[in-house]
């Protein structure tokens, strides 16, 4: 069974793999599915099946889900849905915000209790697992961290990894040396995203 983990980057900009999740469908599924039904009620249900539809399986015929979705979120002011919704989508956070997310994932079922109607305990547990977690990173050691969703994919660890033309192999880098957009920083001001910066702008401006 996949599993989901914890990142952590350093101070030279290099990433770690610190904690990992039994059963990677208990997170950002999860979420997904909950912020689906809360920000696109008109799209949840399937006419022929007769039930609920998943964000996942939706999402792989209907490439405009994402962008809908996407638009919703950003625009609310429920910070604690924003929080997961970034999370789930692999962006970097600064530890130093830590306290801030990990009361929104923690407060993110409680909030939305009108869509985990039948969620099991252990659904609540993944929740607060991963949330204490982030509070137990080291923000001198570990200015960032990274929730990577899924062992499927490589799509996090490839940032830490370059191909060396010379000696014909990948070798482990810092997300520094990368000279493409791979991902997002997430700016968080007052307990409220504020911006997003690419890791190409990020570097160039530091």
Request: net charge negative.
């Given at each position: 069974?996949?599993?989901?983990?914890?990142?952590v980057?350093?101070?030279?900009?290099?990433?770690?793999?610190?904690?990992?999740?039994?059963?990677?469908?208990l997170?950002?599924?999860?979420?997904?599915?909950?912020?689906?039904?809360?920000?696109?009620?008109?799209?949840?249900?399937?006419p022929?099946?007769?039930?609920?539809?998943?964000?996942?399986?939706?999402?792989?015929?209907d490439?405009?889900?994402?962008?809908?979705?996407?638009?919703?979120?950003?625009n609310?002011s429920?910070?604690?849905?924003?929080?997961?919704?970034e999370?789930?989508?692999?962006?970097?956070?600064?530890?130093?915000d830590?306290i801030?997310?990990?009361?929104?994932?923690?407060?993110?079922?409680?909030i939305?209790?009108?869509?985990?109607?039948?969620y099991?305990?252990?659904?609540f547990?993944?929740f607060?697992?991963?949330?204490?977690?982030?509070?137990?990173?080291?923000?001198?050691?570990y200015?960032?961290?990274?929730?990577?969703n899924?062992s499927?994919?490589d799509?996090?660890?490839?940032?830490?990894?370059?191909?060396?033309?010379?000696?014909?192999?990948?070798?482990?880098?810092?997300?520094?040396?990368?000279?493409?957009?791979?991902?997002?920083?997430?700016i968080?001001?007052e307990?409220?995203?504020?911006?997003?910066?690419?890791n190409?702008?990020?570097?160039?401006?530091?």
């Amino acid at each position: 069974m996949s599993y989901s983990t914890l990142w952590v980057i350093d101070n030279d900009f290099k990433g770690y793999e610190i904690n990992e999740y039994h059963n990677s469908w208990l997170f950002a599924p999860t979420s997904w599915d909950i912020l689906y039904e809360k920000y696109l009620p008109n799209e949840i249900f399937d006419p022929i099946l007769g039930g609920k539809k998943h964000y996942i399986s939706s999402s792989m015929f209907d490439k405009g889900l994402f962008n809908r979705l996407n638009n919703k979120i950003n625009n609310t002011s429920i910070q604690e849905d924003r929080i997961i919704w970034e999370l789930t989508n692999q962006q970097i956070f600064f530890t130093k915000d830590k306290i801030f997310i990990s009361n929104c994932i923690k407060e993110f079922l409680n909030i939305n209790s009108k869509y985990t109607k039948g969620y099991g305990d252990h659904i609540f547990q993944r929740f607060n697992e991963m949330a204490d977690d982030i509070i137990n990173i080291d923000e001198n050691e570990y200015p960032y961290f990274i929730s990577k969703n899924t062992s499927v994919d490589d799509i996090v660890d490839g940032w830490f990894r370059k191909y060396n033309e010379e000696k014909d192999e990948t070798e482990k880098c810092s997300l520094k040396e990368r000279e493409k957009m791979l991902t997002e920083f997430v700016i968080i001001k007052e307990n409220t995203i504020d911006k997003f910066i690419n890791n190409i702008d990020y570097f160039n401006g530091i």
